[in-house]
């Protein structure tokens, strides 16, 4: 049996051949998955039901499993008809800040905005999307993996 908290076949193998930069995505409930990922990058559906899992559940797995190197959440377009519902920070940015210190990581949240973010993600280095049923508004996690040389 494993000794670590995630426990996921698919996303197992896929983060054990990732390398430095690679990208791996976790997306929420209402992220394109199926068509804004990059040209290699393999699709793994979490969905059980509306909010299970979340993206914040999934990335307290992923960084416990993995050195990470950078964490870009989508950012929001004020310009997007969407924004006018988060006037500030998404809430769920201060799950994520939370679990960057429980895990004593030295990565910020670095955000992206919405068009800029969907362009990030369809580089050849993005290895993996993790689909999420995450309801929660501009949830998505853009994660660059790290070298476990330097933890």
Request: net charge negative; proline share 7%.
């Amino acid at each position: 049996m494993l000794n670590t908290t995630l426990l996921h076949p698919d996303i197992l193998r896929i983060l054990a051949q990732a390398g430095h930069h690679s990208k791996v995505l976790i997306a929420d409930g209402n992220y394109p998955a199926a068509n804004k990922r990059g040209p290699r990058a393999e699709l793994v559906s979490l969905q059980l039901m509306p909010g299970v899992p979340t993206v914040a559940q999934v990335f307290e797995a992923i960084i416990g499993t993995v050195q990470i190197d950078e964490v870009h959440t989508m950012g929001v377009d004020r310009s997007d008809s969407y924004a006018a519902a988060t006037p500030g920070d998404p809430p769920v940015w201060a799950e994520y800040r939370r679990i960057l210190s429980a895990a004593k990581s030295g990565c910020t949240l670095e955000p992206i905005v919405k068009w800029d973010f969907y362009e990030a993600v369809a580089s050849a280095d993005h290895v993996l999307t993790i689909q999420t049923a995450d309801q929660q508004p501009w949830a998505n996690l853009l994660l660059s993996v790290g070298c476990r040389t330097f933890r």
